[in-house]
């Protein structure tokens, strides 16, 4: 048995010939070239040899090409560690490539959305590809091994949906991702559909809470000038839901000097895309923003739009918090409640807040294509005044809200 003190000068002195020196210094640390090649080279190794059970095995460090004898005496030391512990490196390493060689869940929802293409719809399929591939739902388990995702890595991610979003949408997220697993299952991707080992969301009342004069006013007076602070504001001169402004971006301004934005249908509940004129309140607010070189999103510490909703609301209730209980929806209720006592027509406020219903629903619906861009545009100036004065105190200009909308 040939012992060598494995140093960097010492290997670069061997000759190339095949044959296996141990380290002189370091017991089971050795260095392993093979028969040389055409060109006289020899592909070497370090490596460790040990006895496991009643098994004599020896196990690769790497390559002597991509890591040095100093290098490689640290991995030895630390394999050697977990042999002492208990743990075969070998063995380890075999159901580490064995686990990355599975399917993941991204692998098995792109060949999901793929086969439900040629199935359903195009606004089910946007639907579908919202809740498994958006941030806002599984992006966490897309990463894992599909058949390794337990019901336990679902059922925090649905806990989180029903606490900062709702409970109808945990329940819509719950269901698309059901579907999938038991496409999965059926397809021997896994073994079980996880899906089944959570709890249902349970259904809450549709809030129907708008915000009175005084506690508007307290909401717009909390919001610092910050991203989350800017999206409040945002809601409540827009009457938008939380994901359309969270998730804007510059390129969706047709025209920024205009004030003029087109929400995709990818982030509208009715997946139809909204264009807004916005008033110049909400501008000062836009311009307010700065841009960020190579990042689209207005929100968003790295871009991709805003995520921190329950962090950055409870700090906004802490605020706020004499107030009654209330959410982020309900600054929707707020401006259409407002809209309509300040004597704005109906069809404009559903208009603006891109409802499809009375006018536009049924067989008025196929009819009347009217988009009222002029009268969206004056209605929005108008309520973002009446804000105004709200919020400035000049209360002799405002049409009073009503405390509560309750049925």
Not at 8 to 24: M, Q, S
Not at 280 to 301: K, N, V, Y
Not at 311 to 325: D, H, I, Q, R
Request: net charge positive; proline share 4%.
């Amino acid at each position: 048995m040939a012992i060598l003190n494995l140093t960097r000068a010492n290997i670069a002195a061997l000759p190339a010939v095949e044959g296996l020196w141990w380290d002189d210094r370091l017991p089971r640390f050795g260095y392993r070239q093979r028969k040389p090649d055409a060109d006289g080279k020899c592909h070497a190794s370090f490596l460790i040899g040990y006895r496991f059970g009643n098994e004599q095995k020896k196990y690769k460090l790497g390559d002597a090409s991509a890591i040095n004898a100093d290098q490689a005496r640290k991995l030895a030391l630390v394999a050697l560690g977990k042999i002492a512990a208990g743990i075969d490196p070998q063995a380890e390493k075999e159901a580490a490539r064995v686990e990355a060689a599975k399917v993941t869940v991204a692998q098995a929802v792109e060949q999901y959305l793929a086969v439900k293409a040629g199935e359903v719809r195009p606004a089910s399929l946007r639907t579908m590809r919202l809740y498994l591939t958006g941030s806002t739902y599984f992006q966490n388990l897309h990463r894992k091994p599909i058949d390794s995702v337990t019901g336990a890595d679902i059922q925090p991610r649905l806990d989180r949906i029903s606490n900062e979003v709702s409970a109808a949408s945990a329940g819509q997220a719950r269901a698309a991702l059901n579907g999938f697993f038991m496409w999965s299952l059926r397809r021997g991707l896994c073994n079980e559909n996880p899906v089944l080992k959570t709890e249902e969301p349970k259904a809450e009342a549709e809030s129907t809470r708008a915000l009175s004069s005084d506690e508007l006013r307290q909401v717009w007076t909390a919001c610092h000038d910050s991203d989350y602070g800017r999206i409040v504001r945002l809601l409540i001169l827009t009457g938008c839901r939380r994901e359309e402004i969270g998730g804007l971006r510059w390129s969706e301004f047709n025209d920024l000097d205009a004030g003029i934005v087109t929400i995709p249908g990818e982030r509208t509940k009715n997946h139809k895309p909204l264009t807004l004129p916005l008033p110049a309140m909400a501008m000062e607010i836009i311009r307010s923003i700065p841009q960020r070189d190579g990042i689209d999103h207005l929100f968003g510490a790295q871009g991709g739009g805003f995520k921190t909703w329950g962090y950055s609301k409870t700090a906004l209730l802490a605020v706020t918090g004499a107030m009654e209980p209330w959410r982020l929806h309900d600054l929707r209720h707020t401006l259409s409640t407002g809209m309509h006592e300040i004597g704005i027509e109906p069809h404009v406020v559903e208009a603006v807040v891109n409802h499809i219903s009375g006018h536009k629903g049924g067989v008025a619906g196929k009819y009347n294509h009217a988009q009222y861009r002029a009268q969206m545009s004056q209605a929005l100036i108008r309520w973002a005044d009446h804000v105004r004065a709200l919020v400035t105190g000049t209360s002799e200009k405002v049409v009073a809200l009503r405390h509560a909308v309750n049925g």
